[in-house]
């Protein structure tokens, strides 16, 4: 587990006065995910206004919308797509079998990490003027009165979030019914 993420560059040894503990966690494919345990850290982190939607309000806007069309678009392992700034990264170093290493990507479990997230996938959408839709940390709902204005609202933040670097989970783009939506069809995300 380690190893691969040392071979994504999400991970690097390092040495640094903070360690926080790990609790591998299985997950239910089989795999393990590291998780790291930041309560401590997440305790002495200065505050943050959070810019993250509340799930209520979310919902309430899309109940509004009377459109028939709905797909859902996630974006793939989206915290291992932002760099953590090298001065950052001693503070969330942790250790495996005697060696220390730290996040060179945004930490899982900082509870700060979401909110960096929404607000970078939020500015590059904004720079890539898409088109209306909902947004939550690195999930996307767009919508349309027909399965085509949905269809092109998608590709073209799809379009958007690939240019700004992050990848997409083709299995977790979704339209009603648990269909995935055509335009992943394709090989190109």
């Given amino acids: 587990m380690i190893q691969e993420l040392e071979s994504q560059g999400a ?12 609790m591998p966690v299985r997950k239910s494919d089989g795999e393990w995910r590291l998780t790291v345990d930041y309560r401590g850290l ?17 919902q309430c806007e ?8 709905y797909a859902t678009i ?16 001693p503070q969330f170093a942790f250790t495996w079998r005697a060696v220390q290493y730290t996040w060179k990507r945004l ?9 960096i ?15 209306e ?16 204005e949905m269809f092109e609202k998608g ?15 083709k299995s977790k783009v979704k339209v009603p019914g648990g269909k995935m939506a055509r335009w992943m069809e394709s090989d190109s995300h």
């Fill in 107 to 115: 930490p899982q479990g900082w509870k700060y990490s979401p909110i």
């Fill in 155 to 169: 590709e073209k933040i799809i379009q958007i979030l690939l240019e700004a670097g992050f990848a997409i989970k």
């Fill in 74 to 89: 996630d974006i793939a392992n989206v915290f291992f797509s932002i760099p953590l700034a090298a001065e950052c990264r």
């Fill in 11 to 22: 991970v690097s040894k390092t040495h640094s006065p903070f360690n926080s503990p790990i």
């Fill in 42 to 58: 997440n305790e002495v982190t200065p505050s943050l206004s959070a810019a993250v939607p509340d799930m209520l309000e979310l």
């Fill in 62 to 69: 899309l109940e509004s919308k009377a459109e028939r069309w």
């Fill in 133 to 148: 839709h909902l947004q939550y940390i690195n999930d996307i709902i767009v919508w349309g009165n027909t399965a085509m």
């Fill in 117 to 131: 997230c929404h607000g970078l996938i939020q500015a590059a959408l904004e720079k890539g003027e898409a088109l």
